[in-house]
């Protein structure tokens, strides 16, 4: 039988069990999940990993950063995203939906139109690409 894995006791039981409910996102539930049972009912890394349905390696990782950095390194925004973008989501879908009453009509709205108006309002030069 391996090591029994233990969580640090940064939150109570119920803060976590709190904060188990409070989670949306999947990945958050499951980092969540993971501190709750090692808090919980402490067992080997494996078992709970089992029982968890996630990776040995994910559940060490994230008992680590619980350990080292408390609550806070797992409410973090994740993989993927809007992270780099030039505008909001409504201001892009502001600036497209002339293009998109274009093609509605039959004319045929190309990149490079696009682009165009795109380097014209923000006022500099984008690397172009091949699509």
């Not at 409070?22 to 494996?46: E, T």
């Not at 806070?72 to 809007?82: F, N, S, V, W, Y």
């Not at 992270?83 to 045929?108: D, K, M, N, S, V």
């Amino acid at each position: 039988m391996g090591r029994v894995t233990h969580a640090a006791p940064h939150l109570s039981l119920h803060e976590v069990k709190e904060k188990l409910r409070a989670s949306v996102d999947f990945w958050l539930h499951q980092k969540w999940l993971v501190i709750y049972n090692a808090l919980a009912d402490p067992r080997p890394a494996a078992t709970m990993a089992r029982h968890l349905g996630v990776s040995v390696p994910f559940g060490h990782k994230i008992i680590s950063l619980y350990k080292h950095s408390g609550p806070a390194a797992l409410d973090t925004p994740g993989r993927g995203g809007r992270r780099r973008q030039y505008w909001t989501l409504a201001e892009e879908q502001q600036f497209i939906a002339p293009f998109l009453q274009r093609a509605a009509t039959g004319e045929i709205a190309t990149i490079s139109a696009i682009q165009t108006a795109f380097e014209a309002q923000v006022q500099h030069r984008v690397h172009k690409t091949t699509i």
